[in-house]
């Protein structure tokens, strides 16, 4: 076998390798492989990431919030506020136009004037008596103080 000949051959092997490699990164990664991901952290890893449903469900909230208006952005645990930083992190970036809050400002201990505006819970319905739904998303809702 000539020297050009078994070139070739390692190129070819090494070539394959790596088609099989990257058949196993998408396998990871799940679908769809052809087509937009729907945000900017679809594919980046295996599991879903914690900033995956607000990405999708504040771009539907955003017009029904008042420019200005006060917002907190949060997934509830057991109906209540915490301090979930990634998904108020989230909101911060994509509401430009409202003040957007940290998730204690809609506190289970805080009542009438002293919550934020509005909420945009994310996953799991809010369980607070200062706040009214006012839409319902695949995602999650949206609240408004009462």
């Known amino acids: 076998m000539s020297r050009e000949a078994m070139q070739r051959a390692v190129a ?3 070539a394959l390798l790596l088609c099989v490699a990257l058949i196993f990164v998408l396998r990871e990664r799940r679908g769809p492989y052809f087509a937009r991901p729907l ?7 295996v599991r879903e990431h914690e900033t995956r449903e607000a990405l999708l469900l504040i771009p539907q909230v955003e017009p ?5 208006a006060e917002v907190t952005c949060f ?6 506020a915490w301090n979930d930083d990634g998904v108020y992190l ?3 970036g994509l509401l430009p136009h409202q003040s957007v809050l940290p998730p204690w400002t809609a506190g289970a201990n805080l009542r009438g004037q002293q919550v ?12 607070h008596p200062s706040y009214a739904a006012v839409a319902q998303f695949p995602q999650g ?5 009462r």
């Open 116 to 127: 934020t505006q509005y909420v945009i819970a994310v996953g799991a319905p809010l369980d």
């Open 39 to 45: 945000t900017v952290m679809d594919h980046a890893g």
């Open 75 to 80: 997934r509830p645990r057991k109906g209540q």
């Open 12 to 14: 070819l092997c090494g």
């Open 141 to 145: 809702w949206l609240y408004k103080r």
């Open 90 to 92: 989230t909101a911060v």
């Open 64 to 68: 029904l919030l008042p420019r200005g």
